[in-house]
């Protein structure tokens, strides 16, 4: 089993143990969703995924730090995430998902667009809030856990 999947494993039992009901899985388990709430994790030989709606981030172990992976995936669960949706008309052509932190600043997680086709319409914006899922206090345990896997690389 590569890191990445080892880490989606742990991960996805964390999620099954604090959401038993509203996780949804897809493609034989390599892609688990959070309800209807946007978040979702997938992993398949050479990544791991973590995602909000359309925005997501890819971490390769070979590229990538996993230690981000894990802080992506403990932030998406326990902050409030910012969505802003811009509109042309009635249709959305862009969307941005910024996670808050305590310190008032934000993270990007990403921003997915389209090609406006009614460019000549003014443009609007609708900014709406989702709040974390879990306390920090319930995931601290999980997540030194899931960060000493992550800096030793250790299966």
Do not use: C
Request: glycine fraction near 6%.
């Amino acid at each position: 089993m590569k890191f990445n999947q080892y880490l989606f494993e742990k991960m996805s039992t964390f999620l099954k143990e604090e959401f038993q009901k509203d996780i949804i899985e897809y493609d034989e388990g390599s892609h688990l969703a959070l309800g209807d709430t946007g978040f979702w994790i997938s992993s398949d030989d050479k990544e791991l995924t973590i995602g909000f709606g359309m925005n997501h981030i890819h971490y390769d172990f070979d590229f990538d730090s996993m230690e981000d992976a894990v802080d992506t995936f403990f932030l998406l669960l326990t902050k409030r995430k910012k969505i802003t949706e811009y509109f042309k008309g009635s249709r959305i052509f862009k969307t941005k998902v910024e996670i808050e932190l305590d310190n008032g600043k934000s993270i990007n997680l990403g921003t997915t667009a389209t090609i406006p086709l009614q460019f000549w319409k003014r443009k609007e914006t609708k900014t709406s809030y989702q709040d974390g899922y879990l306390s920090i206090e319930k995931t601290t345990q999980q997540w030194k856990e899931l960060i000493n896997y992550a800096q030793q690389g250790v299966k």
